[in-house]
């Protein structure tokens, strides 16, 4: 047992020693000790150094809003993270701690010579300085600033440790496991309420832990506690969640938590995740967050040693530990006067209880006479002593705003407390309206806009009675706004401590406050007088303040410093704090990890890779594959040396000479259906429909309100009131959600459904002169014959022994047919085609080789061809537009002055004077190849490929006037070379179209 | 106005910096102006500078519903970069590089531009053969943009995993190194001390209620919480509240207002040497000076006026950033939040002269603004003295949504930053 440790006190058990490490050196606490209140057990306060004058410092507060005592903590390879607050981290035998920020030993830290120069770094002052000359700011100035700046180092590993989320409604959700969110829980779960309780401590319990005098309804705290617990526990309708931080309040009653799951582990189990995200609905929220003790501002209020009271009254009756041996109280509240009694009665001397307030209540002063501590009252604290340890403080009168002379009282520890803030992030988040509150001297809620209760201290209710009493009211409240009436309990307490307090800005002083270190935000080093100096210079929005000198924008987010640094600005400005107001909270409500918001969502689960049931079978033939939106395409199939060029010629041979298989299942599909889809299609597509016969098949082409190309594909009408529109792969999603807006929004009197069957058809392509000698066999129901089922056909029939949509289409120029069979038949329609196929020749292709064969017969690819940019006379698709509909969307566009006007760049065909060289797709197309650079650019080439059938490159682009430039010669600038380049059209190959007859299947 | 060096500040230090002036008066407002610009961000700002620096035309009010600086130029991920795809938009915002340049020593401000390089990832064949096209034509245009193999983006951003375990392999990147970060807050204040010195009145907390209109049509003035301003020339430059600001004049624009997020994380010692973005994965991340990743993705999908925004969208985004950078897993967010864009429907801006005599707008810069900053205000400022569009800005026109040409960046990169 430590010196500091206090045998048998507190709610750690002392039977359990927990060693960990800290800087290297072995640290014994106790099971159920956080690292601060380790450290504090065996006397080390120096847990830390600030942001930029590198000031040693050491744990000012008990809880999460701890902006000092930041530590990076470890457990092996991948597992470490910056920035912990030592005050929040449970020990366990695997953890080891470091300080941060000190170089080379937290005792001894080279960067402290910052604190000497600390009138040179004044607020701001990187805004008036490191500009000359130029150059210096790059390569000097800003990576020094930068090396200066941040606080623990980033991980460099990638994180082996699992995240999790999950989703949650509940009638009443309570934040905060205080004695106002214990009764509002207890109120609302006795109705039958489903209620969540949440707090981020390890223990729920809040105040009630550190206020273990306490008799409520008779029973001790600890026991009226763990009573409550019980109660709560055994109801199915009540979940508790301790090492659970509510961290942000969004729309429509929807709260994030963030659940710590197995850092306070020691050994946790390999396959548990680290962190869970919850996303709870609640019906009603309860906020119970408390209230969060203010420093106060005072020249040296930031050495180790310096805490807030209440932190000393929680390491006391929590943790069992003294945090000194001789211990003065700074304060302007009554509650601090409160920690010194309970430090004195155990064992700690208790030097002085300084109280900035003339009159402070007649039973604390007595009370402290009683016990033999020295009250001064009407006193101010003006400096401390001590580097790594404060080891005194300078105490001074106040009379009538003079500042008397000061004496040095010798002390290791000092208590301060400036009052209390209701802790409202969560309410801000809801943009919630908060009001200033003369009575409690806090910001107090004003106007709700999310269906929540604010209960306790968030009100500015102090004391534990009030907290209870408005916590059942509150639950009651909560329980009654979701239909579960019930009358609030009452609550008897005895030995509680309201209070009351004095709102002050920097403690007044009889030295030159101009260059006092008196900090309002420890960690980033904020003291008043930057704040007084950003005032001065013109900052006059708190927001201004905030951004100019940083104060509120450390870790903590200004849950210490807000009030101070609004009472100082408020009164450089002379104007009312409720004026100046408060910046906003934004969430979330503590640091939380990326890991725990990126949840399932890594590596292979980042994103789905959606795969066709034809991809495991490309992946045994060894094919590479491609990303195309979600999926996964095969790109092409190498046989052992091939390269990806020699593949995809070999393929585009076998499709051109003979027969080739294609997996096309990821090309979108909707099922259009109802009395009105005809005329839905004919709103929707700039084509013609309602001519088109049952049995047939059209290219349909998609556009904008603008005009410009969206979508296209081929659709079949399979009854008059039924149609198989298919989509290209990345643009399904985006097609089906744009038809459901226009008919739900646009034209809400048709008759139509809309289904997406993307992924209920499985589609094998066969195409090439042999495919239907191929395919023929196998087709039940339907005559192939080109007079039967000529191109452009569709028909349902049976392929293979499987039910089928069969589509005589090409996207090759060959001979083509499309097959579609219900996904779980797709593979072994594939294999039987492939099987047969093996007489005929076959080739699977893939998405390269498509590319390649449409390429040559200039179809177009919506997004490589067109950019939505594109209109359909510029892609060469006026064709494609019904003359004589009335409208369809888009149409309105298309006689646009600039749609119609001359020199637009238009879909072309490019040769290259030379044969072999293949354009860069991309690349840009200039008239004039000698003009300097910035060159007028006149398109650029959207597709490009070396053809094995023509024996030599080809290219398409979108070229300025480009249908009429047809024959003339044109100049892709690349770096080091200008390729000479001939306009044509975009037709390659078979521009007459015979090959889509193929060979007739021999009788 | 006193010269900001670091002689001044050392001379200040030793008097326990007592004599620093406001970097600007606060003003309340006259019952006439020249020009009236509403909304105090960078880019009313920067008009204001450069029609009192290069126009001689210092009788001007910024006047803004809120404190300077605070709408989106104080909420944005300062991303500063030029290498857009259209001749049109590549000389935009290559001018508001080449002010970017020299906007600390122009203001006596340090707005630390920090030349840190903006690299792109491409992860899909489409994603490489868009950025060729980008490079390209920013080749030819002489914007400096150029192609990295998967390797070198890694040497030039060691945190980058470009193995192929991941969901997105990188296939590559297209750098701009001229491109980089700048210290936001400061590029507003920097311009508010330089135009209050030239003359300017900022006004702040002073909603603008209505663009008044005299019989002939033409602007007369506006109605603000303090009274009514005369002015005959009238620039609105409110991004997220354009529309509704300009409806009192009558105009409908052709704007959406989207939440867009951004988060940072706690601050940690340098780790991240450049801005990194990627439109496949959605998301984009540079670390600050003080040491913060900065973090954003796109806009949130419902059109909003409230600065909130959703969690889903930032469960996104970290998980996007931390599959690109998976050892950022344990650092923590340390906050977010939200800013109001105003989009228009090619995603490029609104920078010219209205339908309305002596009313002016630049607006619809949607997710990426802050680059232009000191373009937009230089290009404003001209139209309003002039009463004629820059060359540059020439091409902007409210009136291109009517004929039909569009400079439509969104259309060759599926999210326009």
Same mark, same amino acid.
């Given at each position: 047992?430590?010196?500091?440790?206090?045998?048998?006190?507190?709610?750690?058990?002392?039977?359990?020693?927990?060693?960990?490490?800290?800087?290297?050196?072995?640290?014994?606490?106790?099971?159920?000790?956080?690292?601060?209140?380790?450290?504090?057990?065996?006397?080390?306060?120096?847990?830390?150094?600030?942001?930029?004058?590198?000031?040693?410092?050491?744990?000012?507060?008990?809880?999460?809003?701890?902006?000092?005592?930041?530590?990076?903590?470890?457990?092996?390879?991948?597992?470490?993270?910056?920035?912990?607050?030592?005050?929040?981290?449970?020990?366990?035998?695997?953890?080891?701690?470091?300080?941060?920020?000190?170089?080379?030993?937290?005792?001894?830290?080279?960067?402290?010579?910052?604190?000497?120069?600390?009138?040179?770094?004044?607020?701001?002052?990187?805004?008036?300085?490191? $500009?000359?000359?130029?150059?210096?700011?790059?390569?000097?100035?800003?990576?020094?600033?930068?090396? +200066?700046?941040?606080?623990?180092?980033?991980?460099?590993?990638?994180?082996?440790?699992?995240?999790?989320?999950?989703?949650?409604?509940?009638?009443?959700?309570?934040?905060?496991?205080?004695?106002?969110?214990?009764? &509002?829980?207890?109120?609302?779960?006795?109705?039958?309420?489903?209620?969540?309780?949440?707090?981020?401590?390890?223990?729920?319990?809040?105040?009630?832990?550190?206020?273990?005098?306490?008799?409520?309804?008779?029973?001790?705290?600890?026991?009226?506690?763990?009573?409550?617990?019980?109660?709560?526990?055994?109801?199915?309708?009540?979940?508790?969640?301790?090492?659970?931080?509510?961290?942000?309040?969004?729309?429509?009653? @929807? *709260?994030?938590?963030?659940?710590?799951?197995?850092?306070?582990?020691?050994?946790?189990?390999?396959?548990?995740?680290?962190?869970?995200?919850?996303?709870?609905?609640?019906?009603?929220?309860?906020?119970?967050?408390?209230?969060?003790?203010?420093?106060?501002?005072?020249?040296?209020?930031?050495?180790?040693?310096? $805490?807030?009271?209440?932190?000393?009254?929680?390491?006391?009756?929590?943790?069992?530990?003294?945090?000194?041996?001789?211990?003065?109280?700074?304060?302007?509240?009554?509650?601090?006067?409160?920690?010194?009694? /309970?430090?004195?009665?155990?064992?700690?001397?208790?030097?002085?209880?300084?109280?900035?307030?003339?009159?402070? /209540?007649?039973?604390?002063?007595?009370?402290?006479? +009683?016990?033999?501590?020295?009250?001064?009252?009407?006193?101010?604290?003006?400096?401390?002593?001590?580097?790594?340890?404060?080891?005194?403080?300078?105490?001074?009168?106040?009379?009538?705003?003079?500042?008397?002379?000061?004496?040095?009282?010798?002390?290791?520890?000092?208590?301060?407390?400036?009052?209390?803030?209701?802790?409202?992030?969560?309410?801000?988040?809801?943009?919630?309206?908060?009001?200033?509150?003369?009575?409690?001297?806090?910001?107090?809620?004003?106007?709700?806009?999310?269906?929540?209760?604010?209960?306790?201290?968030?009100?500015?209710?102090?004391?534990?009675?009030?907290?209870?009493?408005?916590?059942?009211?509150?639950?009651?409240?909560?329980?009654?706004?979701?239909?579960?009436?019930?009358?609030?309990?009452?609550?008897? *307490?005895?030995?509680?401590?309201?209070?009351?307090?004095?709102?002050?800005?920097?403690?007044?002083?009889?030295?030159?406050?101009?260059?006092?270190?008196?900090?309002?935000?420890?960690?980033?080093?904020?003291?008043?007088?930057?704040?007084?100096?950003?005032?001065?210079?013109?900052?006059?929005?708190?927001?201004?303040?905030?951004?100019?000198?940083?104060?509120? @924008?450390?870790?903590?987010?200004?849950?210490?410093?807000?009030?101070?640094?609004?009472?100082?600005?408020?009164?450089?400005?002379?104007?009312?704090?409720?004026?100046?107001?408060?910046?906003?909270?934004?969430?979330?409500?503590?640091?939380?990890?990326?890991?725990?918001?990126?949840?399932?969502?890594?590596?292979?689960?980042?994103?789905?890779?959606?795969?066709?049931?034809?991809?495991?079978?490309?992946?045994?033939?060894?094919?590479?594959?491609?990303?195309?939106?979600?999926?996964?395409?095969?790109?092409?199939?190498?046989?052992?040396?091939?390269?990806?060029?020699?593949?995809?010629?070999?393929?585009?041979?076998?499709?051109?000479?003979?027969?080739?298989?294609?997996?096309?299942?990821?090309?979108?599909?909707?099922?259009?259906?109802?009395?009105?889809?005809?005329?839905?299609?004919?709103?929707?597509?700039?084509?013609?429909?309602?001519?088109?016969?049952?049995?047939?098949?059209?290219?349909?082409?998609?556009?904008?309100?603008?005009?410009?190309?969206?979508?296209?594909?081929?659709?079949?009408?399979?009854?008059?009131?039924?149609?198989?529109?298919?989509?290209?792969?990345?643009?399904?999603?985006?097609?089906?959600?744009?038809?459901?807006?226009?008919?739900?929004?646009?034209?809400?009197?048709?008759?139509?459904?809309?289904?997406?069957?993307?992924?209920?058809?499985?589609?094998?392509?066969?195409?090439?002169?042999?495919?239907?000698?191929?395919?023929?066999?196998?087709?039940?129901?339907?005559?192939?014959?080109?007079?039967?089922?000529?191109? $452009?056909?569709?028909?349902?029939?049976?392929?293979?022994?499987?039910? &089928?949509?069969?589509?005589?289409?090409?996207?090759?120029?060959?001979?083509?047919?499309?097959?579609?069979?219900?996904?779980?038949?797709?593979?072994?329609?594939?294999?039987?085609?492939?099987?047969?196929?093996?007489?005929?020749?076959?080739?699977?292709?893939?998405?390269?080789? $498509?590319?390649?064969?449409?390429?040559?017969?200039?179809?177009?690819?919506?997004?490589?061809?067109?950019?939505?940019?594109?209109?359909?006379?510029?892609?060469?698709?006026?064709?494609?537009?019904?003359?004589?509909?009335?409208?369809? *969307?888009?149409?309105?566009?298309?006689?646009?002055?600039?749609?119609?006007?001359?020199?637009?760049?238009?879909?072309?065909?490019?040769?290259?004077?030379?044969?072999?060289?293949?354009?860069?797709?991309?690349?840009?197309?200039?008239?004039?190849?000698?003009?300097?650079?910035?060159?007028? @650019?006149?398109?650029?080439?959207?597709?490009?490929?070396?053809?094995? +059938?023509?024996?030599?490159?080809?290219?398409? &682009?979108?070229?300025?006037?480009?249908?009429?430039?047809?024959?003339?010669?044109?100049?892709?600038?690349?770096?080091?070379?200008?390729?000479?380049?001939?306009?044509?059209?975009?037709?390659?190959?078979?521009?007459?179209?015979?090959?889509?007859?193929?060979?007739?299947?021999?009788? | 106005?006193?010269?900001?060096?670091?002689?001044?500040?050392?001379?200040?230090?030793?008097?326990?910096?007592?004599?620093?002036?406001?970097?600007?008066?606060?003003?309340?407002?006259?019952?006439?102006?020249?020009?009236?610009?509403?909304?105090?961000?960078?880019?009313?700002?920067?008009?204001?500078?450069?029609?009192?620096?290069?126009?001689?035309?210092?009788?001007? &009010?910024?006047? /803004?519903?809120?404190?300077?600086?605070?709408?989106?130029?104080?909420?944005?991920?300062?991303?500063?970069?030029?290498?857009?795809?259209?001749?049109?938009?590549?000389?935009?915002?290559?001018?508001?590089?080449?002010?970017?340049?020299?906007?600390?020593?122009?203001?006596?401000?340090?707005?630390?531009?920090?030349?840190?390089?903006?690299?792109?990832?491409?992860?899909?064949?489409?994603?490489?053969?868009?950025?060729?096209?980008?490079?390209?034509?920013?080749?030819?245009?002489?914007?400096?943009?150029?192609?990295?193999?998967?390797?070198?983006?890694?040497?030039?951003?060691?945190?980058? /995993?470009?193995?192929?375990?991941?969901?997105?392999?990188?296939?590559?990147?297209?750098?701009?190194?001229?491109?980089?970060?700048?210290?936001?807050?400061?590029?507003?204040?920097?311009?508010?001390?330089?135009?209050?010195?030239?003359?300017?009145?900022?006004?702040?907390?002073?909603?603008?209620?209505?663009?008044?209109?005299?019989?002939?049509?033409?602007?007369?003035?506006?109605?603000?919480?303090?009274?009514?301003?005369?002015?005959?020339?009238?620039?609105?430059?409110?991004?997220?509240?354009?529309?509704?600001?300009?409806?009192?004049?009558?105009?409908?624009?052709?704007?959406?207002?989207?939440?867009?997020?951004?988060?940072?994380?706690?601050? *940690?010692?340098?780790?991240?040497?450049?801005?990194?973005?990627?439109?496949?994965?959605?998301?984009?991340?540079?670390?600050?000076?003080?040491?913060?990743?900065?973090?954003?993705?796109?806009?949130?999908?419902?059109?909003?006026?409230?600065?909130?925004?959703?969690?889903?969208?930032?469960?996104?985004?970290?998980?996007?950033?931390?599959?690109?950078?998976?050892?950022?897993?344990?650092?923590?967010?340390?906050?977010?939040?939200?800013?109001?864009?105003?989009?228009?429907?090619?995603?490029?801006?609104?920078?010219?002269?209205?339908?309305?005599?002596?009313?002016?707008?630049?607006?619809?810069?949607?997710?990426?603004?802050?680059?232009?900053?000191?373009?937009?205000?230089?290009?404003? +400022?001209?139209?309003?003295?002039?009463?004629?569009?820059?060359?540059?800005?020439?091409?902007?026109?409210?009136?291109?949504?009517?004929?039909?040409?569009?400079?439509?960046?969104?259309?060759?990169?599926?999210?326009?930053?």
């Amino acid at each position: 047992m430590t010196a500091f440790r206090i045998p048998g006190k507190g709610r750690i058990d002392h039977a359990r020693p927990v060693r960990f490490t800290f800087d290297g050196r072995v640290v014994e606490g106790r099971a159920g000790d956080t690292v601060a209140s380790a450290l504090l057990a065996n006397g080390i306060h120096l847990m830390g150094r600030s942001f930029k004058y590198h000031r040693p410092r050491g744990a000012v507060t008990a809880g999460s809003e701890e902006p000092n005592a930041l530590i990076r903590t470890a457990r092996g390879r991948g597992r470490a993270e910056p920035n912990t607050r030592a005050t929040m981290q449970e020990i366990h035998e695997s953890l080891a701690a470091e300080s941060q920020n000190r170089w080379p030993a937290l005792a001894f830290d080279v960067g402290a010579i910052n604190d000497g120069l600390y009138m040179l770094f004044s607020a701001g002052f990187y805004y008036k300085t490191f $500009m000359w000359p130029r150059s210096f700011w790059d390569r000097v100035y800003e990576p020094l600033i930068r090396r +200066a700046a941040g606080l623990g180092r980033a991980p460099t590993d990638p994180d082996p440790d699992l995240y999790a989320s999950r989703n949650l409604h509940c009638d009443v959700l309570v934040v905060g496991g205080g004695p106002a969110g214990l009764a &509002a829980a207890l109120a609302a779960a006795r109705t039958g309420a489903e209620v969540v309780l949440v707090d981020e401590q390890a223990e729920i319990g809040g105040t009630l832990l550190s206020e273990p005098h306490l008799v409520i309804d008779g029973q001790p705290a600890w026991d009226w506690l763990a009573a409550a617990l019980a109660e709560l526990g055994a109801m199915p309708n009540v979940r508790l969640m301790p090492r659970t931080t509510a961290i942000g309040y969004y729309h429509q009653n @929807m *709260v994030g938590l963030c659940q710590r799951l197995t850092d306070h582990l020691a050994d946790p189990p390999a396959d548990a995740p680290r962190e869970r995200l919850w996303r709870v609905r609640a019906g009603q929220v309860v906020l119970a967050q408390g209230a969060i003790e203010k420093p106060l501002v005072f020249d040296g209020n930031d050495r180790p040693g310096v $805490m807030l009271s209440g932190a000393a009254q929680t390491f006391l009756h929590r943790f069992g530990v003294r945090v000194g041996r001789r211990a003065v109280v700074v304060t302007t509240h009554d509650s601090a006067w409160h920690t010194a009694f /309970d430090l004195a009665a155990a064992g700690v001397r208790i030097a002085a209880i300084v109280d900035l307030r003339p009159g402070v /209540d007649g039973a604390l002063t007595a009370r402290a006479a +009683a016990l033999g501590i020295e009250g001064l009252t009407g006193h101010t604290v003006t400096d401390t002593r001590g580097r790594l340890r404060v080891s005194g403080v300078r105490v001074n009168p106040v009379a009538d705003g003079r500042v008397g002379p000061g004496r040095i009282v010798p002390c290791d520890a000092l208590l301060m407390c400036g009052g209390w803030t209701p802790s409202l992030h969560l309410f801000s988040h809801t943009r919630g309206t908060l009001a200033w509150d003369e009575a409690s001297g806090a910001f107090l809620p004003d106007r709700k806009t999310e269906a929540c209760q604010i209960a306790g201290a968030g009100r500015g209710l102090w004391g534990v009675a009030a907290a209870l009493e408005d916590g059942a009211k509150a639950g009651a409240e909560a329980a009654a706004a979701i239909g579960r009436a019930t009358a609030p309990g009452t609550f008897a *307490v005895q030995g509680d401590r309201p209070g009351t307090g004095l709102v002050v800005r920097e403690l007044p002083t009889d030295a030159d406050p101009g260059r006092a270190k008196a900090f309002v935000d420890f960690q980033n080093d904020v003291t008043a007088k930057d704040i007084r100096l950003a005032v001065r210079e013109g900052m006059r929005s708190i927001e201004h303040v905030k951004r100019y000198t940083t104060t509120g @924008m450390a870790t903590d987010q200004g849950k210490l410093s807000n009030i101070n640094g609004l009472m100082i600005a408020a009164d450089a400005l002379d104007r009312p704090a409720p004026e100046v107001g408060l910046t906003t909270f934004r969430p979330p409500y503590t640091p939380t990890s990326f890991g725990a918001l990126a949840g399932y969502r890594r590596d292979g689960h980042f994103e789905v890779t959606r795969k066709t049931p034809i991809d495991p079978w490309a992946e045994a033939q060894g094919a590479v594959f491609e990303p195309v939106a979600l999926w996964r395409r095969a790109r092409y199939f190498p046989r052992p040396g091939e390269d990806m060029d020699a593949a995809v010629a070999r393929e585009c041979r076998a499709v051109r000479t003979g027969v080739g298989m294609f997996d096309a299942s990821t090309l979108g599909k909707i099922e259009v259906v109802g009395p009105d889809a005809v005329t839905f299609l004919e709103r929707m597509y700039t084509n013609p429909w309602a001519k088109l016969g049952v049995g047939r098949c059209r290219y349909g082409l998609l556009l904008g309100e603008d005009g410009f190309i969206r979508d296209d594909g081929v659709i079949g009408r399979l009854a008059p009131d039924r149609f198989h529109v298919t989509t290209t792969t990345g643009g399904a999603a985006r097609v089906l959600s744009v038809m459901e807006d226009y008919l739900q929004t646009e034209w809400p009197d048709l008759d139509v459904w809309l289904t997406s069957t993307s992924e209920q058809w499985a589609v094998v392509a066969v195409q090439g002169p042999k495919a239907r000698a191929l395919l023929a066999p196998f087709v039940q129901g339907l005559d192939l014959s080109e007079a039967a089922f000529p191109h $452009m056909s569709v028909a349902e029939c049976t392929v293979a022994g499987f039910p &089928a949509r069969l589509f005589r289409v090409s996207f090759t120029g060959e001979l083509g047919f499309e097959v579609n069979v219900p996904a779980r038949h797709g593979r072994a329609l594939w294999e039987t085609l492939w099987q047969a196929g093996q007489a005929h020749g076959i080739a699977a292709y893939g998405t390269e080789a $498509m590319h390649l064969l449409r390429a040559e017969k200039g179809f177009i690819i919506v997004g490589q061809d067109t950019d939505g940019t594109v209109t359909p006379q510029d892609a060469g698709l006026s064709w494609a537009i019904g003359k004589a509909k009335p409208d369809f *969307v888009g149409k309105r566009s298309l006689v646009r002055p600039d749609i119609v006007a001359p020199g637009r760049k238009q879909l072309v065909g490019l040769l290259t004077e030379d044969p072999d060289v293949v354009l860069e797709e991309g690349a840009q197309i200039v008239a004039d190849p000698r003009q300097p650079v910035p060159m007028r @650019m006149i398109g650029h080439v959207t597709s490009s490929y070396r053809s094995g +059938a023509l024996g030599r490159s080809i290219a398409l &682009a979108l070229v300025e006037g480009g249908h009429g430039r047809m024959g003339e010669t044109l100049h892709v600038p690349m770096p080091g070379k200008t390729h000479a380049v001939r306009v044509t059209g975009v037709t390659f190959y078979d521009p007459e179209g015979a090959r889509l007859k193929g060979e007739e299947v021999p009788a | 106005m006193t010269h900001f060096s670091a002689r001044s500040l050392l001379k200040n230090a030793l008097s326990g910096h007592k004599d620093w002036p406001a970097q600007w008066p606060e003003s309340q407002p006259k019952a006439e102006y020249d020009v009236v610009i509403v909304g105090a961000g960078g880019h009313g700002l920067g008009a204001a500078y450069y029609l009192a620096s290069q126009h001689g035309i210092t009788n001007v &009010a910024v006047i /803004d519903k809120g404190w300077l600086g605070g709408g989106n130029t104080g909420r944005n991920t300062t991303i500063i970069r030029s290498n857009y795809l259209y001749d049109e938009s590549a000389r935009l915002y290559d001018h508001a590089l080449d002010l970017w340049d020299n906007l600390s020593q122009e203001l006596n401000y340090n707005v630390m531009y920090s030349r840190r390089g903006v690299m792109m990832l491409a992860h899909s064949v489409h994603d490489e053969q868009s950025f060729q096209r980008h490079i390209h034509s920013n080749r030819l245009n002489g914007v400096d943009n150029c192609w990295l193999t998967p390797a070198e983006a890694k040497a030039f951003c060691p945190p980058l /995993d470009i193995t192929a375990r991941r969901r997105f392999p990188v296939v590559g990147a297209a750098l701009q190194r001229r491109a980089g970060t700048a210290r936001h807050d400061a590029v507003a204040w920097g311009y508010a001390r330089g135009a209050a010195a030239r003359g300017v009145d900022i006004i702040q907390n002073c909603p603008v209620t209505a663009i008044r209109r005299g019989p002939d049509g033409a602007v007369t003035g506006v109605e603000t919480a303090k009274g009514f301003i005369r002015a005959k020339k009238v620039a609105v430059s409110a991004a997220g509240s354009t529309s509704v600001v300009l409806q009192s004049a009558g105009l409908r624009m052709p704007l959406e207002s989207y939440p867009l997020q951004a988060l940072v994380s706690e601050p *940690v010692k340098p780790c991240f040497p450049c801005v990194v973005m990627s439109n496949t994965v959605h998301a984009y991340i540079s670390q600050s000076d003080k040491g913060e990743l900065v973090i954003g993705s796109g806009t949130d999908q419902y059109v909003s006026y409230s600065q909130r925004g959703g969690l889903p969208l930032i469960e996104h985004t970290v998980a996007a950033i931390c599959e690109v950078f998976p050892m950022f897993r344990r650092m923590r967010m340390l906050r977010k939040w939200g800013g109001i864009v105003d989009v228009t429907p090619d995603r490029s801006p609104i920078l010219g002269k209205l339908p309305v005599k002596g009313l002016y707008v630049n607006c619809g810069w949607g997710t990426g603004g802050f680059k232009a900053t000191p373009g937009a205000g230089h290009l404003l +400022a001209w139209t309003v003295a002039k009463d004629e569009p820059h060359p540059i800005n020439a091409p902007f026109t409210l009136e291109r949504f009517t004929t039909g040409r569009l400079i439509d960046e969104a259309a060759a990169a599926a999210v326009a930053h």
